[in-house]
Protein backbone atom coordinates (compact mmCIF):
# COMPACT_ATOMS: atom_id res chain seq x y z
CA UNK A 1 0.00 0.00 0.00
CA UNK A 2 2.91 2.73 0.82
CA UNK A 3 3.81 2.25 -2.93
CA UNK A 4 0.44 2.97 -4.23
CA UNK A 5 0.51 6.06 -1.46
CA UNK A 6 4.01 7.26 -3.06
CA UNK A 7 1.79 7.23 -6.32
CA UNK A 8 -0.88 8.97 -5.83
CA UNK A 9 0.90 11.66 -3.86
CA UNK A 10 2.96 11.84 -6.96
CA UNK A 11 -0.47 13.07 -9.29
CA UNK A 12 -2.78 14.60 -6.55
CA UNK A 13 -3.03 18.39 -5.88
CA UNK A 14 -3.13 19.60 -2.50
CA UNK A 15 -5.37 22.31 -1.76
CA UNK A 16 -5.74 21.89 1.85
CA UNK A 17 -4.04 20.76 4.65
CA UNK A 18 -7.39 19.42 6.48
CA UNK A 19 -8.87 16.39 4.73
CA UNK A 20 -7.45 17.01 1.28
CA UNK A 21 -9.79 15.13 -1.01
CA UNK A 22 -8.59 13.26 -4.36
CA UNK A 23 -11.37 11.36 -6.47
CA UNK A 24 -10.78 8.46 -8.88
CA UNK A 25 -13.77 7.27 -10.55
CA UNK A 26 -15.08 4.01 -11.85
CA UNK A 27 -18.47 2.60 -13.98
CA UNK A 28 -20.09 1.37 -10.64
CA UNK A 29 -17.84 2.78 -8.33
CA UNK A 30 -15.51 5.83 -6.56
CA UNK A 31 -12.38 5.86 -5.00
CA UNK A 32 -11.72 8.95 -2.34
CA UNK A 33 -8.50 9.76 -0.92
CA UNK A 34 -8.23 12.00 2.14
CA UNK A 35 -5.30 13.49 3.77
CA UNK A 36 -5.22 15.47 6.61
CA UNK A 37 -1.31 17.56 7.33
CA UNK A 38 -2.30 19.17 10.80
CA UNK A 39 -4.06 18.62 14.35
CA UNK A 40 -7.92 18.99 13.45
CA UNK A 41 -11.31 18.16 15.39
CA UNK A 42 -14.63 17.64 14.76
CA UNK A 43 -14.30 17.58 11.00
CA UNK A 44 -17.83 16.25 9.57
CA UNK A 45 -18.18 14.66 6.74
CA UNK A 46 -21.51 13.07 4.49
CA UNK A 47 -21.86 10.97 1.26
CA UNK A 48 -24.65 10.66 -1.28
CA UNK A 49 -23.92 7.18 -1.56
CA UNK A 50 -22.63 4.14 0.83
CA UNK A 51 -19.07 4.61 1.82
CA UNK A 52 -16.58 1.63 2.74
CA UNK A 53 -13.92 3.84 4.67
CA UNK A 54 -10.64 2.42 5.45
CA UNK A 55 -7.96 3.63 7.27
CA UNK A 56 -3.99 4.04 5.80
CA UNK A 57 -1.85 5.84 7.87
CA UNK A 58 -1.95 7.71 11.33
CA UNK A 59 -4.85 7.53 13.38
CA UNK A 60 -8.24 9.28 14.16
CA UNK A 61 -10.83 9.61 16.43
CA UNK A 62 -14.44 8.74 14.89
CA UNK A 63 -18.05 9.89 16.06
CA UNK A 64 -20.72 8.42 14.68
CA UNK A 65 -24.41 8.45 16.04
CA UNK A 66 -25.00 4.17 17.29
CA UNK A 67 -21.79 3.97 18.20
CA UNK A 68 -19.26 5.09 21.21
CA UNK A 69 -16.13 7.04 20.15
CA UNK A 70 -13.56 4.65 18.92
CA UNK A 71 -9.97 5.16 17.42
CA UNK A 72 -9.46 4.39 13.84
CA UNK A 73 -6.33 2.62 13.07
CA UNK A 74 -4.92 1.43 9.29
CA UNK A 75 -6.11 -1.82 8.87
CA UNK A 76 -9.90 -1.17 10.19
CA UNK A 77 -12.52 -0.04 7.77
CA UNK A 78 -15.60 1.54 8.60
CA UNK A 79 -19.18 0.81 6.61
CA UNK A 80 -21.52 3.80 6.32
CA UNK A 81 -24.56 4.27 4.73
CA UNK A 82 -25.76 6.91 2.96
CA UNK A 83 -25.78 10.64 4.47
CA UNK A 84 -24.65 9.01 7.48
CA UNK A 85 -22.04 11.75 8.94
CA UNK A 86 -19.11 10.89 10.36
CA UNK A 87 -17.43 13.48 12.80
CA UNK A 88 -13.47 13.22 13.10
CA UNK A 89 -10.97 14.08 15.18
CA UNK A 90 -6.90 14.10 13.83
CA UNK A 91 -4.93 13.86 16.89
CA UNK A 92 -1.23 12.32 15.16
CA UNK A 93 -1.70 14.12 11.84
CA UNK A 94 1.46 16.18 10.95
CA UNK A 95 2.68 17.95 7.36
CA UNK A 96 5.55 15.13 7.87
CA UNK A 97 3.22 12.52 9.11
CA UNK A 98 -0.08 13.28 7.66
CA UNK A 99 -3.58 10.92 8.43
CA UNK A 100 -4.71 9.20 5.43
CA UNK A 101 -8.29 7.59 4.96
CA UNK A 102 -9.54 5.84 1.76
CA UNK A 103 -13.48 6.08 1.08
CA UNK A 104 -15.08 3.85 -1.08
CA UNK A 105 -18.91 5.04 -2.60
CA UNK A 106 -19.95 1.92 -4.29
CA UNK A 107 -23.47 2.24 -6.62
CA UNK A 108 -26.71 1.26 -4.70
CA UNK A 109 -28.10 -0.53 -7.61
CA UNK A 110 -25.13 -2.72 -7.84
CA UNK A 111 -25.02 -3.15 -4.17
CA UNK A 112 -28.96 -4.75 -4.38
CA UNK A 113 -28.12 -6.37 -7.53
CA UNK A 114 -25.26 -8.28 -5.53
CA UNK A 115 -27.20 -8.66 -2.16
CA UNK A 116 -30.03 -10.60 -4.49
CA UNK A 117 -27.68 -12.89 -5.57
CA UNK A 118 -26.00 -13.55 -2.27
CA UNK A 119 -29.75 -13.77 -0.59
CA UNK A 120 -30.44 -16.70 -3.30
CA UNK A 121 -27.30 -18.88 -2.72
CA UNK A 122 -26.66 -18.40 0.92
CA UNK A 123 -28.79 -19.36 4.32
CA UNK A 124 -27.81 -20.33 7.58
CA UNK A 125 -29.38 -23.87 7.92
CA UNK A 126 -33.23 -23.85 8.46
CA UNK A 127 -33.60 -20.27 9.29
CA UNK A 128 -34.47 -17.94 6.94
CA UNK A 129 -32.00 -14.80 6.38
CA UNK A 130 -32.14 -12.01 3.94
CA UNK A 131 -28.74 -10.62 4.76
CA UNK A 132 -28.59 -6.75 3.33
CA UNK A 133 -26.23 -3.65 3.77
CA UNK A 134 -28.82 -1.83 5.87
CA UNK A 135 -28.62 2.00 7.64
CA UNK A 136 -26.46 0.52 10.58
CA UNK A 137 -22.62 1.42 10.52
CA UNK A 138 -20.47 -1.51 11.00
CA UNK A 139 -17.12 -1.12 12.23
CA UNK A 140 -14.74 -3.60 10.89
CA UNK A 141 -11.30 -4.96 12.62
CA UNK A 142 -9.59 -8.03 11.75
CA UNK A 143 -10.59 -8.25 8.69
CA UNK A 144 -7.73 -9.31 6.03
CA UNK A 145 -9.56 -10.36 3.27
CA UNK A 146 -11.23 -6.98 2.96
CA UNK A 147 -7.91 -5.55 3.60
CA UNK A 148 -6.49 -7.67 0.88
CA UNK A 149 -9.27 -6.64 -1.82
CA UNK A 150 -9.27 -2.64 -0.59
CA UNK A 151 -5.44 -2.86 -1.48
CA UNK A 152 -6.27 -3.93 -4.78
CA UNK A 153 -8.93 -2.00 -5.44
CA UNK A 154 -6.70 1.25 -4.64
CA UNK A 155 -4.18 -0.45 -6.97
CA UNK A 156 -6.68 -0.66 -10.16
CA UNK A 157 -8.16 2.65 -9.56
CA UNK A 158 -5.14 4.20 -10.18
CA UNK A 159 -3.53 2.34 -12.71
CA UNK A 160 -5.91 3.58 -15.50
CA UNK A 161 -5.44 0.10 -17.74
CA UNK A 162 -8.46 -0.93 -20.41
CA UNK A 163 -9.76 -3.65 -18.27
CA UNK A 164 -9.81 -1.58 -15.30
CA UNK A 165 -14.07 -1.17 -14.77
CA UNK A 166 -14.35 -5.05 -15.66
CA UNK A 167 -12.33 -5.40 -12.87
CA UNK A 168 -13.42 -2.94 -10.39
CA UNK A 169 -16.99 -4.74 -11.42
CA UNK A 170 -15.60 -7.89 -9.91
CA UNK A 171 -13.51 -6.92 -7.33
CA UNK A 172 -16.81 -4.91 -5.85
CA UNK A 173 -18.81 -7.54 -6.09
CA UNK A 174 -16.95 -10.04 -3.93
CA UNK A 175 -16.37 -6.83 -1.60
CA UNK A 176 -19.90 -6.91 -0.86
CA UNK A 177 -20.03 -10.49 -0.42
CA UNK A 178 -17.43 -10.16 2.46
CA UNK A 179 -19.47 -7.56 4.01
CA UNK A 180 -22.66 -9.34 4.05
CA UNK A 181 -20.44 -12.31 5.13
CA UNK A 182 -19.10 -10.36 7.80
CA UNK A 183 -22.80 -8.96 8.87
CA UNK A 184 -23.71 -12.73 9.00
CA UNK A 185 -20.73 -13.60 11.12
CA UNK A 186 -21.92 -10.70 13.40
CA UNK A 187 -25.39 -11.83 14.08
CA UNK A 188 -24.04 -15.29 14.99
CA UNK A 189 -21.32 -14.32 17.02
CA UNK A 190 -23.46 -11.43 19.03
CA UNK A 191 -26.96 -12.69 18.56
CA UNK A 192 -28.07 -11.85 21.69
CA UNK A 193 -31.45 -13.35 21.34
CA UNK A 194 -30.11 -16.64 21.25
CA UNK A 195 -31.25 -16.87 17.41
CA UNK A 196 -28.79 -19.24 16.00
CA UNK A 197 -27.51 -21.02 19.00
CA UNK A 198 -29.01 -24.29 18.15
CA UNK A 199 -27.42 -23.86 14.44
CA UNK A 200 -24.09 -26.00 14.10
CA UNK A 201 -21.57 -23.03 13.71
CA UNK A 202 -23.58 -21.03 16.00
CA UNK A 203 -23.09 -24.04 18.48
CA UNK A 204 -19.51 -23.89 17.53
CA UNK A 205 -19.10 -19.97 17.64
CA UNK A 206 -20.43 -20.17 21.36
CA UNK A 207 -17.57 -23.31 22.47
CA UNK A 208 -14.73 -21.01 20.48
CA UNK A 209 -15.51 -17.91 22.78
CA UNK A 210 -15.97 -19.67 25.63
CA UNK A 211 -12.78 -21.91 25.03
CA UNK A 212 -11.04 -18.73 23.17
CA UNK A 213 -7.50 -19.12 25.31
CA UNK A 214 -7.37 -22.69 25.30
CA UNK A 215 -4.19 -23.31 22.83
CA UNK A 216 -5.36 -27.00 22.09
CA UNK A 217 -8.42 -25.99 19.58
CA UNK A 218 -8.02 -28.17 16.39
CA UNK A 219 -10.61 -27.86 13.61
CA UNK A 220 -10.62 -31.61 13.93
CA UNK A 221 -12.67 -30.69 17.36
CA UNK A 222 -14.95 -27.85 16.45
CA UNK A 223 -15.86 -30.42 13.11
CA UNK A 224 -16.29 -33.25 15.97
CA UNK A 225 -18.59 -30.29 17.84
CA UNK A 226 -20.92 -29.23 14.61
CA UNK A 227 -21.41 -33.23 14.02
CA UNK A 228 -19.19 -33.31 10.50
CA UNK A 229 -16.55 -34.40 8.85
CA UNK A 230 -13.68 -32.18 9.01
CA UNK A 231 -13.59 -31.25 5.42
CA UNK A 232 -17.66 -30.70 5.04
CA UNK A 233 -17.22 -28.63 8.58
CA UNK A 234 -14.04 -26.21 7.19
CA UNK A 235 -15.91 -25.40 3.53
CA UNK A 236 -19.89 -24.65 5.67
CA UNK A 237 -18.00 -22.75 8.29
CA UNK A 238 -16.20 -20.65 5.48
CA UNK A 239 -19.36 -20.38 3.12
CA UNK A 240 -21.13 -18.77 6.28
CA UNK A 241 -18.80 -16.45 7.28
CA UNK A 242 -16.13 -15.72 5.05
CA UNK A 243 -12.49 -17.12 6.65
CA UNK A 244 -11.62 -20.28 7.79
CA UNK A 245 -12.24 -21.88 11.19
CA UNK A 246 -8.46 -21.13 12.25
CA UNK A 247 -8.16 -17.24 10.90
CA UNK A 248 -11.29 -16.30 12.47
CA UNK A 249 -9.98 -18.03 15.93
CA UNK A 250 -7.03 -16.18 15.14
CA UNK A 251 -8.51 -12.77 14.62
CA UNK A 252 -10.45 -12.90 17.78
CA UNK A 253 -7.22 -13.90 19.94
CA UNK A 254 -5.73 -10.78 18.56
CA UNK A 255 -8.72 -9.07 19.13
CA UNK A 256 -8.35 -9.95 23.15
CA UNK A 257 -4.70 -9.42 22.79
CA UNK A 258 -5.63 -5.50 21.39
CA UNK A 259 -8.32 -5.27 24.37
CA UNK A 260 -5.37 -6.85 26.83
CA UNK A 261 -2.45 -4.13 25.71
CA UNK A 262 -4.43 -1.11 26.07
CA UNK A 263 -5.76 -2.10 29.68
CA UNK A 264 -2.89 -3.99 30.58
CA UNK A 265 0.53 -2.03 30.09
CA UNK A 266 2.73 -3.13 31.95
CA UNK A 267 2.32 -6.70 30.31
CA UNK A 268 5.18 -7.87 27.72
CA UNK A 269 3.85 -8.67 24.82
CA UNK A 270 5.12 -12.83 25.83
CA UNK A 271 2.92 -12.62 28.52
CA UNK A 272 0.04 -10.66 26.51
CA UNK A 273 0.08 -13.66 23.49
CA UNK A 274 0.07 -16.37 26.04
CA UNK A 275 -2.79 -15.22 27.70
CA UNK A 276 -4.23 -14.25 24.11
CA UNK A 277 -3.78 -17.73 23.68
CA UNK A 278 -0.79 -17.94 21.45
CA UNK A 279 1.82 -20.95 21.91
CA UNK A 280 4.64 -18.65 21.12
CA UNK A 281 5.64 -15.00 20.38
CA UNK A 282 7.03 -15.03 17.07
CA UNK A 283 3.29 -16.82 15.73
CA UNK A 284 1.72 -14.22 17.52
CA UNK A 285 3.99 -11.31 16.03
CA UNK A 286 3.63 -12.51 12.94
CA UNK A 287 -0.78 -12.76 13.11
CA UNK A 288 -0.85 -9.27 14.77
CA UNK A 289 1.17 -8.00 12.05
CA UNK A 290 -1.03 -10.04 9.11
CA UNK A 291 -4.55 -8.97 10.57
CA UNK A 292 -3.53 -5.50 11.79
CA UNK A 293 -0.60 -4.19 9.50
CA UNK A 294 1.47 -3.31 12.30
CA UNK A 295 2.98 -5.04 15.05
CA UNK A 296 1.66 -5.73 18.42
CA UNK A 297 4.25 -3.13 19.58
CA UNK A 298 3.52 -0.23 16.72
CA UNK A 299 -0.36 -0.78 18.40
CA UNK A 300 1.06 -0.15 22.06
CA UNK A 301 2.64 2.60 20.89
CA UNK A 302 0.13 4.19 18.95
CA UNK A 303 -2.56 3.70 21.69
CA UNK A 304 -0.47 5.66 23.68
CA UNK A 305 0.56 8.28 21.82
Known sequence: ????????????????????????SAAY????????????????????????????????????????????FPGESVVMPTRKEMVIDFPLATQKDPTQCLALGIDTDKINEVV???????????????WD??????????HQDVNHLIERLTSTFLNNSKSKDVL????IQELIIRLLQTKAKALIIDDPNQAFSDTRIGTVIKFIKENLTNKDITVDLLAEKAYMSTSHFHKKFKNTLGVSPIDYINSEKIKFSKKLI???K???????????????????NRQFKKMEMMTPQQFKKMISA
Open 262 to 264: KEA
Open 266 to 284: DFRMSEIAFKSGFNNTSYF
Open 1 to 24: MRQLLNHHRSHRKLSTLVENRTTY
Open 168 to 171: LDLM
Open 29 to 72: AELNIFETHEYAEKVSLIFDFPVIASMLTGKKVMHIDGLEAFEF
Open 133 to 142: LDNNTSHLTN
Open 116 to 130: EKFNYEVAIENENNN
